[in-house]
């Protein structure tokens, strides 16, 4: 008996290639690899990168920590946490399992981070490469690390995202402005007498543009799944998505079909590059052209009611933390981070 509709689908070989490729690619460049496991919250997924040969993971969420430090004692939460009496128990707890670095984007927050610093924390300093979202500029690293460590805590390097990678035009460019801060952030700890062991960057479009001049890793997440901003990107070919939903053709009418998978099990994330809310994986010209919480229209294809399909999810990272498991073969893996956000 097939498995109803709309389920999420992973093939095993597709994600076992791209795992072993992606470390393949950061060990010709010198790089150590430490993958960023909010994209598939799966513990499976995880013990394959391990197993390949990544450092560590990374991790947005102390509740991420808490679930993945169940198979891996090198986590870093890339995120500049604020942290409160509870949040700092949990993270307490995780320490007394993993060794953990936090991100930390303020002199205020180190205060807050500063109890933990007798369990062991480590924390990097978040540089703003380009994305404009959090991270201060290089100039004022030094200013945030000499904070972390008047308060105790062992200052172990930066790291930044360059999330404006996302972007046809602008992976490599956004690779040359993350070497740049990056740099000017390790030269500005270096001069206030810090160390700066760790220099940490990479996104999955930029990540092949990425070397060990000035990085010392790299935290890719997608590249394990796919999608179909990364397909759009040019950064994956439709061969190398491992994660589609498989959806039913459940209306069909003379300009247009509709699937029984939404926005609730897509996600609504559309980029503005993006040609659609989604693509199907085997009719590569149809088009996603609306999404609602239970349909999704599309146009450039024509098949009966029933009929099965593939979507590619724009962003797989949402989709997966709408998602209980993963269909795989004739077993099942939950997705064991499933609304771990906090």
């Known amino acids: 008996m097939s498995r109803p509709t709309p389920h999420v689908l992973v093939d095993p070989e597709i994600l076992d290639r791209n795992v072993d490729a992606m470390q393949a690619a950061a060990n010709r460049a010198g790089l150590a690899l430490r993958p960023h496991a909010k994209t598939h919250k799966s513990l499976e997924v995880a013990r394959r990168q391990l197993a390949a040969g990544a450092v ?40 007394s399992r993993a060794s953990v670095a936090v991100g930390v984007d303020s002199v205020e927050s180190t205060s807050h981070l500063a109890p933990l610093a007798s369990a062991g924390l480590r924390v990097r300093i978040e540089v703003d490469s380009g994305h404009h979202r959090s991270g201060v500029p290089a100039a004022s690293a030094a200013e945030v690390a000499t904070a972390a460590a008047d308060a105790g805590l062992t200052v172990d390097g930066v790291f930044t995202f360059p999330g404006h990678s996302y972007s046809p035009d602008a992976r490599a460019s956004a690779a040359a402005d993350e070497r740049r801060e990056l740099a000017a952030a390790r030269e500005a700890l270096l001069a206030a007498g810090l160390t700066c062991d760790a220099v940490s960057g990479g996104s999955t479009p930029s990540v092949e543009f990425a070397d060990g001049d000035v990085l010392t890793e790299v935290r890719p997440g997608v590249y394990a799944l796919g999608d179909a901003q990364q397909w759009e990107l040019g950064v994956v070919s439709p061969a190398d998505v491992a994660l589609t939903v498989v959806a039913t053709v459940v209306g069909r009418y003379p300009d247009r079909v509709v699937l029984d998978a939404g926005s609730k099990v897509l996600g609504a994330d559309r980029a503005s590059y993006a040609t ?6 085997d009719h590569p010209d149809a088009r996603i052209v609306a999404l609602s919480e239970h349909h999704a229209t599309v146009t450039g294809f024509d098949a009966p009611r029933g009929t099965r399909v593939r979507v590619v999810p724009n962003h797989v990272c949402t989709t997966v933390n709408l998602a209980d498991a993963y269909v795989v073969g004739d077993a099942t893996w939950p997705v064991d981070a499933r609304g771990a956000n906090t």
Do not use: M
């Open 56 to 95: 560590g993971l990374t991790v947005a969420t102390v509740a991420e920590a808490e679930v993945f430090a169940e198979v891996c004692d090198d986590l870093f939460i890339a995120y500049p946490l604020w942290v409160d009496d509870e949040r700092a128990a949990r993270l307490r707890d995780v320490l």
């Open 276 to 281: 659609g809310h989604g693509r199907l994986l």
